[in-house]
């Protein structure tokens, strides 16, 4: 496991943008696969985007396609998450969790929450209309 720390969340209108990162620590953390997760109140844990361990592949829920943008930083060790247009119903708390090269062979892997084994504490993300 490794540890990770998210930063960035805030309070925004309708519209605003807003960057989340998670920097991760630990033994091997540049070959992780990261995402981001939400839960907004009452309801699941869902997933928003997710990145592979390079960098060179991402994947995003319907929902954010198009207004969100997952990367790494070059030393492979922080996931960012640029999130434009932003929207009340986007208002949750937004979790980072990594996981080791080993736990992704296909597309759905990267969508699956029981995948990763790793989770930071979460960021509270509030747009108001």
């Known amino acids: 496991q490794v540890q990770l720390v998210e930063s960035g969340g805030g309070l925004v209108q309708a519209g605003g943008s807003l960057r989340l990162a998670c920097a991760a620590s630990?033994?091997?953390?540049?070959?992780?696969?990261m995402a981001w997760f939400r839960q907004a109140p009452g309801k699941e844990r869902e997933f928003v985007a997710a990145?592979?361990?390079?960098?060179?592949?991402?994947y995003y829920a319907d929902s954010v396609k198009g207004r969100f943008t997952i990367s790494k930083n070059n030393t492979k060790t922080t996931a960012s998450l640029q999130m434009n247009s932003l929207k009340p119903g986007d208002t949750a708390v937004y979790y980072c969790?990594?996981?080791?090269?080993?736990?992704?062979?296909?597309?759905?892997?990267?969508?699956?929450?029981?995948?990763?084994?790793?989770w930071g504490q979460g960021t509270q993300v509030t747009v108001s209309p």
């Open positions: 630990g033994r091997t953390t540049s070959s992780y696969a």
């Open positions: 990145v592979s361990w390079s960098g060179g592949s991402t």
């Open positions: 969790a990594a996981g080791g090269p080993w736990l992704f062979y296909s597309r759905a892997d990267y969508y699956t929450r029981g995948k990763y084994d790793s």
